[in-house]
């Protein structure tokens, strides 16, 4: 999180979010008994909405999303709804510090080159689509990050994704996964693609890095070299 973010739900009349993540924030010094309004998962729209209502009727509001709101998270959704209802009220993006570059700190510094993103749940996004951009990603030698990689009920798109990725890239070719990255119970583990297949998948509280074809492991921390000469 960074101060400005800490600040903004310091600032906020209410609190709207995930239940999680509700949870952490009532645990740091921002909070300070604001209203609330959490929901679970899938319920985002619902959430939103509620929220764009409030703030229509003059209250501050704070929506939580973990890591960058701009990052699957919650900014689209709610310039979204504010375009549906016609709402007319201030409105800011405040930046956070998203997972995928988190969790590359923690690695050692394996996105200094070109990178993709991609979101392995196919809960709004078709799988198709999906895998088609693994295929790009992989065939275009970008260092990989994968988003929501696993869940109990949805493994396919991780088991197609490291197929896929796997007839471009070696199977020593270095990974990363970091669990809970910044939070309590923080884990970090390097790893190989074949061990990434072969494994227990990763859950839905971590991301998973996976090098390009330059990327190395030195003393336990990853690089993907920029291309300096030394
Ligand atoms: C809906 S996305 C939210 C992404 C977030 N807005 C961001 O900027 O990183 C949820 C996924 O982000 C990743 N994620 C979010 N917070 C994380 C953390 N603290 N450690 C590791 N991965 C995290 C996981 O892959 C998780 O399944």
Redesign the pocket.
Known sequence: MTCRAARAISEADLLVGYTTYLNLVKKMDCFHGQETYATGMKHESERVIHAVDAACRGKRVAVI?????G???MAGLILEVMEATGADVPFEVVP?I???N??AARLGAPLMHDYATI?LSDLLTPLPGILDRVGAAAEADFVIVL???CSARRQEPWRQALSIIKKHRQPETPAGI??????AGESVKITNLWHLENDEPPD????VVIGNSRTRVVSGRIITPRGYEL
């Open positions: 999303s973990s890591g960058d709101a990052v699957y998270g956070g998203p997972a995928a988190a969790a979101s988003y929501n990689p970091v669990r809970n990255a910044g939070r839905m509280l971590s991301t």
